[in-house]
Every structure is written in structure tokens, then in C-alpha cells.
């Protein structure tokens, strides 16, 4: 029985979301990992804050897996999303990461990006 509930449980969140639902389980069974990880702003250095148009975003799920996308960028020290606006913040050392980088990190999770500006 264990197991059909299971299969259920991975049809119901796959109709839910427009196919990142798997990856999303993924992201999530590593979360304590993320966490533990967490970037530190460091007060000595010049961060750049970006704007990035998203489409593709449907739900919460979505938010958490581009922002876990962004915060797992090298040199990335805070990032947000939301769906309902299709955006997403990020900040970064710009002598680290780079506009392009945050462009990949969220594209290799399925969502599209139209642009990354400077608010
Ligand atoms: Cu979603």
C-alpha cells in the first residue's frame, strides 16, 4: 500500500506543476544540505543586485526551486522569487558570479529567462 500511495503522491505533484515537480522533490530532499551552505554577505565587498524576468514559474514550488538555483550559484549571496510576478532578485559578487551564470543556474531547471537588469 506504501507504495501506491507513494505513486500517487508523484502523479498528483507532477499534474501540479508543469513538469518541474520531480526536480523539486529533489531540491527539496536536500534542503538541510542548502541550508548548512547558506552564502554570508561579507560587509568588504560590492555586491550587484539584479532583476531577472522568468517565465515558466506556476507555483511555490517553482519560487523555491529558481531561488535554490541561484543561492547554489558560486558567488551568489541572496536571492528571491516570486510566480506571480515572474521575477526573481539575486545578489552577487559580480567578481565571482555573473549575469550569464545566474541565467544558466535557472534555465538548467526548466524556466525561461527573458532578462536580467539592474533595478
Ligand atoms: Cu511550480
Request: aromatic share 6%; proline share 3%.
Amino acid at each position: 500500500m506504501k507504495k501506491i500511495f507513494y505513486a500517487f503522491m508523484v502523479l498528483a505533484s507532477i499534474a501540479g506543476c508543469s513538469g518541474n515537480a520531480s526536480q523539486e522533490a529533489a531540491q527539496n530532499a536536500d534542503s538541510t544540505e542548502v541550508a548548512e551552505s547558506a552564502p554570508v554577505i561579507d560587509t568588504t565587498k560590492t555586491y550587484t543586485d539584479v532583476l531577472i524576468k522568468i517565465e515558466g514559474m506556476t507555483c511555490t514550488g517553482c519560487e523555491n526551486t529558481v531561488v535554490k538555483a541561484l543561492k547554489g550559484t558560486e558567488g551568489v549571496v541572496d536571492a528571491a522569487a516570486s510566480y506571480i510576478d515572474g521575477v526573481a532578485k539575486a545578489k552577487f559578487d559580480p567578481a565571482v558570479a555573473s549575469n550569464d551564470a545566474l541565467k544558466k543556474a535557472i534555465e538548467t531547471k526548466g524556466y525561461k529567462v527573458v532578462s536580467v537588469e539592474i533595478p
